[in-house]
């Protein structure tokens, strides 16, 4: 698959296969992770992977699932992710630490999608219930979660038509609105306006 092909396809899935993924798949997405740019070369960034089946409900249960679409949209037994990855930030972290997270994240997200994996990044975390739950230590941050499994929904993106809230049809697909490209798309400079 083309990179652009897997930019413009990928979408954030909530609903999973329970086929679990191989631990040499999750491996790879943290060595695309660890290769990414960082910041002053700083690498302040760590990652905790569960696969583990005990483990699978305490990470989910420290996760707030899609706000447009809860609670009907929320995984239910049975489609809940078959993986997760933690992002911790270690005590090198310097003023630009948050591009670090966004570019290493983008490529465990894209890397996973080249391996027909579907993801979501959550930044609503309940972070002491998961540090405790992962005997996370005091002097690491965690970011974010990136919950894993094979799609079993489907999630399409369309042109924003007035409102960025995202929505369920009655064929259960999930729409997507995205800004238009002309209205984001500056050329050369010019006076940008929001038009929201």
Same mark, same amino acid.
């Given at each position: 698959?083309?990179?652009?092909?897997?930019?413009?396809?990928?979408?954030?899935?909530?609903?999973?296969?329970?086929?679990?993924?191989?631990?040499?798949?999750?491996?790879?997405? =943290?060595?695309?992770?660890?290769?990414?740019?960082?910041?002053?070369? @700083?690498?302040?960034?760590? %990652?905790?992977?569960?696969?583990?089946?005990? $483990? $699978?409900?305490?990470?989910?249960?420290?996760?707030? !699932?899609?706000?447009?679409?809860?609670?009907? *949209?929320?995984?239910?037994?049975?489609?809940?992710?078959?993986?997760?990855?933690?992002?911790?930030?270690? *005590?090198?972290?310097?003023?630009?630490?948050?591009?670090?997270?966004?570019?290493?994240?983008?490529? =465990?997200? @894209?890397?996973? !999608? +080249? %391996?027909?994996?579907? +993801?979501? !990044?959550?930044?609503?975390?309940?972070?002491?219930?998961?540090?405790?739950?992962?005997? =996370? +230590?005091?002097?690491?941050?965690?970011?974010?979660?990136?919950?894993? *499994?094979?799609?079993?929904?489907?999630?399409? !993106?369309?042109?924003?038509?007035?409102?960025?809230? %995202? %929505?369920?049809?009655?064929?259960?697909?999930?729409?997507?609105?995205?800004?238009? $490209?002309?209205?984001?798309?500056?050329?050369?400079?010019?006076?940008?306006?929001?038009?929201?």
């Amino acid at each position: 698959m083309d990179i652009m092909d897997i930019i413009k396809g990928r979408r954030t899935i909530r609903k999973y296969k329970q086929d679990r993924i191989d631990r040499a798949i999750l491996t790879d997405l =943290i060595d695309g992770a660890r290769l990414a740019p960082s910041a002053a070369n @700083l690498q302040p960034l760590e %990652y905790i992977v569960v696969d583990q089946p005990d $483990l $699978l409900d305490q990470v989910f249960d420290t996760l707030s !699932w899609a706000g447009y679409i809860a609670p009907h *949209g929320n995984p239910k037994e049975g489609e809940k992710p078959v993986a997760y990855i933690i992002v911790l930030v270690t *005590g090198k972290s310097g003023a630009f630490t948050g591009h670090d997270v966004g570019a290493a994240v983008q490529n =465990i997200l @894209l890397g996973a !999608w +080249s %391996y027909g994996i579907g +993801s979501c !990044w959550f930044g609503s975390v309940k972070r002491d219930k998961l540090a405790q739950a992962l005997d =996370i +230590s005091d002097d690491v941050k965690i970011d974010s979660v990136i919950a894993l *499994g094979y799609p079993a929904e489907k999630s399409v !993106w369309e042109e924003e038509q007035g409102s960025i809230k %995202y %929505y369920k049809d009655k064929d259960n697909v999930l729409h997507v609105p995205k800004r238009k $490209l002309s209205d984001i798309c500056h050329w050369n400079g010019g006076k940008t306006v929001d038009k929201r």
